[in-house]
């Protein structure tokens, strides 16, 4: 409609500073924003500061020891400031952190399920949602009834994305997702988030220091370095995926 106010970004971080203990600074101004239904990839190398930015938009600072110090956090337009992790995961913000985090003595069944519980979902719907986890990730299925803690590297992944989709998230936070992961699992769980953003429209945010293939379906990169992002914009306006890739991964695209 001529004269319609355009939407809100999914998230905005309007010049973020962190600190641990009030002293170690962690971010330093760091704005950078994501539009509804895009791939954002945060880049930069081991303690750029990646990890920082994506507890400090889940709210999950306190828990060690840090703060927002100046700057605010935007989730569809709202003002974060105060509100607490639960919250925002039942309002569609969902992280999955690095390390996966999941309960090693439950099955993957139970882990998966333990996603829904947030919000409050009923039976039918978490069986609707908890087959839907299984359309996407087929070794899950298999696999449901053995401990989580002994499920192979992209099993518990794939698993942690999975309980993070149970929440049905907005936009998903996504932590290191190659981290310890062969080449062949990390494409194909980037699959299955593609088809997630193409399909559905779901805004992903991904924090990455080692693997050019989540830069195949990123929309914009922001280059961030202790704490400061140092650019920022479209994937060609940067020189593309494949320079990308090369520069800060130290890999061909085509590799």
């Known amino acids: 409609m001529p004269g319609a106010e355009a939407p809100p970004p999914r998230l905005a971080l309007d010049a973020v500073a962190v600190r641990y203990g009030g002293a170690v600074q962690a971010l330093q101004a760091l704005s950078l924003c994501v539009q509804p239904g895009e791939v954002h990839v945060l880049l930069g190398p081991n303690g750029a500061g990646k990890s920082t930015a994506l507890k400090a938009i889940a709210g999950?600072?306190?828990?060690?020891?840090?703060?927002?110090?100046?700057?605010?956090?935007h989730f569809d337009g709202q003002?974060?400031?105060?509100?607490?992790?639960?919250?925002?995961?039942?309002?569609?913000?969902?992280?999955v952190l690095e390390g996966r985090r999941l309960f090693p003595r439950l099955s993957l069944e139970d882990n998966l399920r333990c996603g829904g519980l947030?919000?409050?979902?009923?039976?039918?719907?978490?069986a609707q949602d908890l087959e839907a986890v299984y359309t996407l990730f087929p070794r899950l299925r298999e696999r449901r009834r053995s401990p989580a803690g002994?499920?192979?590297?992209?099993?518990?992944?794939?698993?942690?994305?999975?309980?993070?989709?149970?929440?049905?998230?907005?936009?998903?936070?996504?932590?290191?997702?190659?981290?310890?992961?062969?080449?062949?699992?990390?494409?194909?769980?980037?699959?299955?988030?593609?088809?997630?953003n193409t399909t559905q429209g779901l805004?992903?945010?991904?924090?990455?220091q080692g693997a050019g293939a989540v830069l195949r379906h990123a929309h914009r990169v922001t280059v961030i370095d202790r704490g400061r992002a140092e650019r920022s914009g479209p994937v060609a306006a940067l020189g593309g995926r494949e320079a990308l890739a090369a520069r800060y991964f130290g890999v061909s695209e085509a590799a």
């Open 203 to 208: 805004s992903l945010l991904l924090a990455e």
């Open 118 to 126: 947030g919000r409050d979902a009923s039976a039918e719907e978490l």
């Open 150 to 196: 002994l499920g192979s590297g992209g099993e518990q992944q794939m698993a942690a994305i999975g309980r993070a989709l149970m929440a049905r998230p907005r936009l998903l936070l996504l932590d290191e997702l190659s981290m310890g992961l062969a080449a062949r699992v990390v494409d194909e769980i980037v699959a299955v988030l593609h088809h997630l």
């Open 79 to 95: 003002v974060l400031d105060g509100q607490p992790p639960a919250w925002r995961v039942r309002a569609g913000l969902v992280p």
């Open 60 to 73: 999950l600072l306190p828990a060690e020891g840090g703060a927002i110090s100046a700057g605010r956090v």
